[in-house]
């Protein structure tokens, strides 16, 4: 039976719990991240070393008797088991530690349990505060186990104890759809919606922002626009404003913690992608005209068959005097924020062998985030700190505590990898942070970790192919494009990875390359932002159609922006038109660029916070 044809029906003897349905989380952390890897978003104990508060929830035994009971955990350092945590019902905790079986996402047997008929009330109660992790619980009274492979089958498992429709339900016909709720997205929903477009941002996270949430921090930084300023304006807990803007938008719907699973086409057209909500589970099905992917990892791309590029080309390919001579599939990795602070009384830390075990005797815990916006902060270093390079700028003497030392996954899968990364840089702030105050009590006795972010800053995935491929020649040279749309800005920033097996500490980076040309803006052609073989699908943000040493200087915020107020208005133009992106560049340039530059004249010359009627209408 093909996999789209699978239904499952749930027995009635089986209870299904999904983690993050629980009715209070106390101080667990709903991660949603990685479920298309393994399967769910799941309950994360990211108490920095402290156990934090039980996650309850209460549920209802329809028939009462003897229960088999399984739990979804990861060990996620096995050997050592740094994420244990158990369960109890009703008051009375199972013996079984949970994360502590040496595996991976896996169902873990904990023996059989009386339950009565009603309430039943569950807790997961956490014992280290390092990041234990729970999908999910499963009671069955037949004594068969759940199954343990991700995939349609088990999703549609899932549905079925769940009570949830067997397919995606019609969340509604918009003109156009956003993937991905980032700087780029934001500006690409907003300026749709100005321009009259029905518009649905979907966004796999609880707030916006991408690299700049207020879950992450990044100021943004490339082509500075009064649009930009505008969405990136933060309120006094950091968080971006761009919500309440797009929420005053009559046309704009926006959908959180809803991750795009699947696209649907007909031919070289998407027809409608579905999304699953996080909480719930809940399946939806978006239906528009028009599409841009600005999820920063391609994944409409991917899911539609969009072609695409990935990792660094040979030089000999576009003649890159940055590219290495080897094409190979390194590509920029991902960065863990966090920050420290010196605490009113002493903080004890407890013996991470399982963390040193990554940072070896790393001391040094500079390149903290000050605050959302501000990066690159100091921190405290102890010991004989090892050597290691820090950023310099043109001199020996140009060095700053740059946050984005702290990096890792650049020859791994970045669509596969993505929790084994995030994982591997906490183990690295782990440990740095335990070698700091073991080096010296005396001074670091108060020390504690303020914050870290469990959503690592997103590095570089694969990138879409359009009609052109922008190159390093072509930004260093300022080529001049019959399409050319947008200007950027940007000097080239290339993050220097260490070869396999050859860095001591290898989440941080060996070298940083950073090249600030004649530091004029560039130009962008509207042929590199739209796909070349799927027809109305556009695209905005990093994942544009550039080479990997072009797209180290277009990859910036601020540039994403534009090239989303570009693609918002080729989307309203297609659709009043009638039209494909590529029949819109080689018929209607002229109209999209003339409607292009009032958007972004408004978005030179406004103040920072510009009255929104400033956007033109589409013409017709």
Known sequence: MPEQDIIA???????????????????????????LQMGSPYLLAHGLGRPVADATTTISVDQAGDYNVWVRAKDWVPGHHPGRFRLSINGSAL???????????????????????????????????????????????????????????????????RG???????????????????????????????????????????VLGGNASVEIGLMPRGTQGAL??????????????????????PTASVFLEQRVFSAITEGNRIVSVDAVQARG??????????????????????????QTLFGREARAEFGEPYAPETADEMHHGNTLFFRTRMADQPVPFPDVPWATEVSKDYANLSGQLVRPGLENGPGPAAGDNPSTPEFRFGSKNDVFPATHFWEYGQWLDPYTSGE????????????????????????????????????????????????HVLTENDIREHRRFDDELIANDGSFCIHCAWDRGEGK?????????????????????????????????????????????????????????????????????CNRLGVTPRTLRERHFDELKALVEQLTDCDHDMTSHPPKRRFVAVPG
């Open 281 to 306: 589970g809940y399946e939806r099905r978006f239906t528009a005209a028009m599409f841009i992917d600005t999820s920063g990892t391609a994944m409409l791309g991917v899911l539609a068959g969009a």
């Open 505 to 573: 500490y290898d989440f941080r980076l060996k070298d940083w390359i950073f090249d600030m040309r004649d530091k004029e803006m560039y130009g962008i052609p509207f042929s590199c932002l739209y796909s070349a073989n799927i027809d109305n699908l556009m695209m905005a943000g990093k994942h544009i159609s550039v080479t990997h040493v072009a797209g180290s200087a277009t990859k910036l915020m601020g540039n994403g922006a534009q090239h989303g107020v570009a693609v918002a208005a080729a989307a309203a133009l």
């Open 9 to 35: 029906v749930a027995p009635k003897s089986a209870i299904l719990v999904e983690a993050e349905d629980f009715a209070n989380y106390g101080g667990w952390m709903l991660d949603s991240q990685f479920e």
């Open 95 to 161: 013996a079984t530690e949970f994360g502590a079986n040496d595996r991976d996402w896996s169902w873990q047997s904990a023996g059989k349990v009386a339950l009565s008929q009603g309430p039943v009330k569950l807790a997961l109660h956490d014992l280290t505060g390092f990041d234990g992790r729970c999908d999910a619980i499963y009671f069955s009274a037949d004594g068969i186990p759940p199954p343990e492979d991700v995939g349609e089958a088990s999703r549609a498992w899932r549905r079925a104890l």
């Open 164 to 206: 949830l429709p067997d397919a995606p339900v019609d969340a509604g016909n918009f003109d156009v759809i956003v993937v991905g709720g980032g700087i780029s997205g934001c500006a690409a929903a907003l300026t749709a919606a100005r321009l009259g477009q029905r518009v649905a941002l979907i966004h796999d996270r609880p």
């Open 228 to 249: 930009l300023r505008e969405l990136s304006a933060r309120q006094p807990n950091g968080d971006l404003v761009a919500l309440a803007l797009l929420e005053a938008e």
């Open 420 to 467: 084994l990364v995030r994982d591997y840089l906490m183990r690295a702030l782990y440990g740095t942070f335990a070698n700091v105050k073991r080096l010296e009590p005396e001074a670091y006795v108060n020390l504690e970790f303020e914050w870290m972010a469990y959503v690592a800053a997103q590095g570089e995935f694969r990138r879409y192919r359009g009609d």
